[in-house]
């Protein structure tokens, strides 16, 4: 007896960070990783053993299978909502765990209810199991949708032995929803739900019975106040897919966008519109994010953006106020960022000769939406030197190109792509890169080599 207690090391208490996952052996206000205030948890600490353990025996066979071997691949199934199914690659794969987050409200339960109700119409079975709401209240949710006919399988319930245990006395389903995974618990971890400890141990369970039965497992997962998925950031490695539902509760439209995909592209979006009937889908986005004015206005100009292959045009908008006084003028930025916009001001007043020191600086993204191509450079420039001078860019044009240090206008992936895509929506001319090739005949392309070129143009009107 007092052998095995020598064999086993007292337990530590470790502190894990909700934000970052780092672990610490004693609890701090602050994480040393990642800066950040009161999120260091107490973790249900691991069992320590003092002698090294010998594993290279007593397990079972590992069955190998060869690579290039043909055999039968899983087959995806296609959820009914084509925006879903863009942003998936193609629908679900069987066996797959797909991690969907997104602000509270903004829809994620809406539009799982919606492709599970589509999927259980086709004849393929479907549980939905909610940890926040009750059953009866996701069928008043489902009787709004008009949904109420379709043979989901409900279910209220945390814990996932129970939930495990009802699912292998049936048939496995086409698809298994956790609304959400911050609300498992098991029995066999200590620690309340959505700890860190919890959270891990409940979704490679519920990943485990996913490949083990081959349905396809979509996990809901709440999200900080800087829009991060809570909890371990070991639960984005666990999972297959990665998505986030993003949006502004202003506007009536939300993007599915795929951060991590083992089985298509990342950077793919689904576009949707929330509407009385729940989310509908939208086959061109562009028209969501343009003003549909006829007269041109000075600080507005209009950017195709690329998400993963599919173009979509957005319009941007600049806005200068000149200072009076001697009060430290304001930079506001919406939908972009804010360090590219200083940099982009600074090129214009050290290569072109604008003075931006003495204004205040406004840029919208209009809609809501949020651009990270550096693309955009060239179409934020032309908005603001056009806000600058009070004078409209010319009128159904279109502005892309990355801006160096040096205020030369570099070349843009899939420029071809950009240009065709605006042509097709009624724009007459564009402005970017000198070497763009691949575009269509209905738009006339001008290049340009230097950022003062742009403002020759937009200066002097022409």
Not at 342 to 356: H, I, K
Not at 369 to 374: C, E, I, N
Not at 423 to 439: I, Q, S, T, W
């Amino acid at each position: 007896m007092f052998r095995l207690a020598g064999l086993m090391a007292k337990p530590k208490k470790r502190y894990v960070c909700q934000a970052c996952g780092s672990v610490s052996h004693r609890w701090q206000g602050q994480c040393a990783d990642c800066a950040e205030w009161n999120t260091l948890v107490e973790d249900a600490p691991a069992t320590v053993f003092s002698m090294k353990h010998d594993l290279s025996s007593g397990g079972r066979a590992v069955e190998f299978v060869e690579l290039d071997k043909p055999g039968p691949l899983p087959v995806r199934q296609p959820t009914g909502l084509a925006e879903f199914d863009r942003a998936l690659g193609g629908g679900l794969v069987p066996g797959s765990a797909i991690l969907l987050g997104g602000d509270p409200g903004i829809g994620k339960s809406t539009l799982l209810l919606q492709a599970a109700a589509r999927i259980a119409r086709e004849g393929r079975g479907v549980v939905y199991v909610s940890g926040e709401e009750a059953s009866g209240q996701v069928r008043m949710r489902a009787a709004r949708l008009g949904l109420s006919d379709a043979p989901v399988k409900l279910a209220a319930a945390t814990g996932v032995r129970d939930i495990l245990t009802t699912l292998g006395s049936m048939d496995a389903p086409g698809l298994l929803v956790i609304d959400s995974i911050q609300t498992m618990h098991s029995d066999t971890i200590e620690g309340a739900p959505g700890t860190v400890s919890q959270v891990r141990g409940c979704a490679f369970e519920l990943i485990r019975y996913a490949k083990e039965n081959g349905v396809a497992l979509v996990l809901v997962g709440h999200v900080t106040k800087d829009g991060s998925i809570a909890g371990p950031r070991v639960l984005e490695h666990m999972v297959d897919v990665v998505m986030s539902f993003e949006g502004e509760r202003s506007h009536q439209y939300r993007i599915l966008r795929a951060l991590k995909n083992r089985f298509g592209a990342v950077d793919e979006i689904g576009v949707f519109a929330m509407a009385g009937e729940g989310l509908e889908e939208v086959d061109n986005p562009s028209m969501l994010f343009l003003s549909g004015r006829d007269e041109p206005m000075a600080g507005s100009a209009v950017f195709p953006a690329i998400e993963g292959t599919r173009p979509v045009l957005v319009e941007i908008q600049a806005l200068i106020v000149r200072l009076q006084s001697g009060a430290t003028p304001r930079r506001a930025v919406v939908g972009w960022d804010t360090g590219r916009l200083a940099m982009l001001l600074a090129v214009l007043e050290s290569r072109c000769g604008l003075n931006f020191s003495s204004a205040e600086v406004y840029l919208n993204v209009a809609g809501g939406y949020r651009l990270s191509d550096p693309a955009a450079d060239l179409a934020v420039a032309a908005a603001l030197v056009s806000a600058m001078s009070d004078k409209a860019l010319p009128a159904r044009s279109i502005w892309l190109g990355e801006v160096s240090l040096a205020g030369e206008i570099r070349p843009v992936a899939h420029g071809g792509l950009r240009l065709r895509e605006a042509a097709k929506l009624g724009f007459d001319r564009g402005f970017g890169p000198l070497d763009v090739k691949g575009g269509s005949s209905a738009l006339a392309y001008d290049g340009l080599g230097q950022l003062a070129n742009l403002v020759d143009r937009v200066i002097g009107n022409s």
